[in-house]
């Protein structure tokens, strides 16, 4: 989280709606710690990373969502080994859980 | 201020700080914050229940002191236990610790240094072996350590002695006179939370006599000194010994009198 506090900081100077996700949990092998986090700005800007790049594109395309929607944010997994995760596999062949919540707090 | 600027600014400034949200359940996105300022620990936020709160902050603080990141699940009101947690809907809250973890530094590669060295990474420790003897002192004979460093004490505590504080614990291991004294008085010299060093009563009574030579007398100093190191739990074993010692350093953290529960009233997690 440390490390994109300046680009958030200066995505709320101009205004812009932030989304954050962290990864909050790894089942099997996964390439981030729990805690690694990405921010999305409202105009599909990036800091930071939550996986080794696997993930990222759809964790943007979640956070525009949760942005759109007003929502208060929630769970989205992400691997091969759950049925209820998304189909953009980690390379690794582990699970990664992450909360996408808005900046709202 | 927003709870989030508040918590920026702790994270830019290396306050310690645990985040908890809620990321399943009623309120989600609700937070809140445990904040330790010097010796000072502050609940900032809500997670929308105020016995859920409670519970939460106990769980929270305890995650911030062991550097330790993770999901709880409650029940609405804060039940922690399995069996009130049966049919009721959860609460998961993602605990998020923006500390570094407590520190072990252990002098002296012996066989009761692989037990601590193992016991201490269950409870979250970076563990630090360090000893002058390079033929013992080895990763592979440490694998559990994060680190083995080859020194003697007065160095390690020259270069290194600022980073210790009141999370953090030093064991002495090493029964020797050349190295615990220097050990000894290296670590009194820093705000270290605890200091044990091991040896029979005999060994401990003739270690008083070698620190007292070299100026080490002062009750205040001779008080911070846990030696015989650990609880007196009636083990043998090395790994039983490294319980005595990691039980009697949460026993002088939390100031508690390390009795059996049976035996005592009053609440278990003031």
Not at chain 1, 42 to 70: F, H, N, T, Y
Not at chain 2, 70 to 76: D, N, T
Not at chain 2, 122 to 149: N, Q, S, W
């Amino acid at each position: 989280m440390r490390e994109i506090l300046d680009d958030i900081d200066r995505w709320r100077a101009n205004g812009k709606k932030v989304a954050v996700a962290r990864v909050v949990k790894i089942e099997g092998s996964g390439p981030r710690d729990p805690g690694a986090a990405m921010a999305v700005n409202e105009d599909g800007e990036v800091a930071g990373s939550v996986s080794g790049g696997c993930v990222e594109g759809a964790v943007v395309s979640e956070a525009l969502a949760i942005l759109a929607e007003q929502s208060p944010g929630r769970m989205v997994s992400f691997g091969y080994s759950d049925d209820e995760a998304f189909a953009v596999g980690l390379t690794c062949g582990g699970t990664i859980r992450l909360f996408i919540e808005p900046l709202a707090w | 201020m927003l709870l989030y600027e508040r918590f920026r600014d702790l994270v830019r400034t290396e306050t310690p700080v645990a985040l908890a949200t809620v990321i399943d359940g009623p309120n989600v996105g609700a937070k809140l914050m445990v904040v330790r300022e010097g010796t000072t620990e502050t609940v900032e936020g809500s997670l929308g229940n105020p016995d859920l709160d409670r519970v939460a902050a106990r769980d929270v603080a305890g995650e911030l002191e062991a550097g330790r990141t993770g999901v709880r699940h409650y029940g609405p009101e804060g039940q922690a236990t399995p069996e009130d947690l049966v049919d009721t809907p959860t609460v998961s809250v993602f605990i998020e610790t923006f500390a570094p973890p407590p520190q072990m530094w252990i002098f002296g590669a012996v066989d009761f240094t692989a037990a601590l060295g193992r016991v201490a990474k269950v409870l979250g420790y970076r563990v630090t072996v360090c000893d002058a003897r390079e033929i013992f002192a080895t990763k592979r004979r440490f694998p559990m350590a994060d680190e083995v460093i080859v020194s003697w004490p007065a160095p390690m505590f020259e270069r290194r002695g600022h980073t210790l504080g009141p999370r953090d614990a030093v064991c002495i291991l090493t029964h020797d006179p050349k190295f615990d004294v220097p050990a000894i008085q290296g670590a009194l010299a820093t705000t270290v939370g605890y200091i044990g060093v091991m040896g029979s009563r005999k060994t401990h009574n003739k270690r008083l006599e070698r620190l007292a030579e070299v100026g080490v007398s002062g009750a205040r100093d001779l008080e911070r000194i846990m030696s015989p190191i650990g609880l007196d739990l009636g083990g043998r074993t090395p790994e039983e010994t490294a319980v005595a010692i990691c039980a009697e350093i949460i026993a002088r953290r939390t100031g508690h009198g390390a009795t059996s529960l049976k035996n005592t009233s009053g609440s278990i997690h003031s």
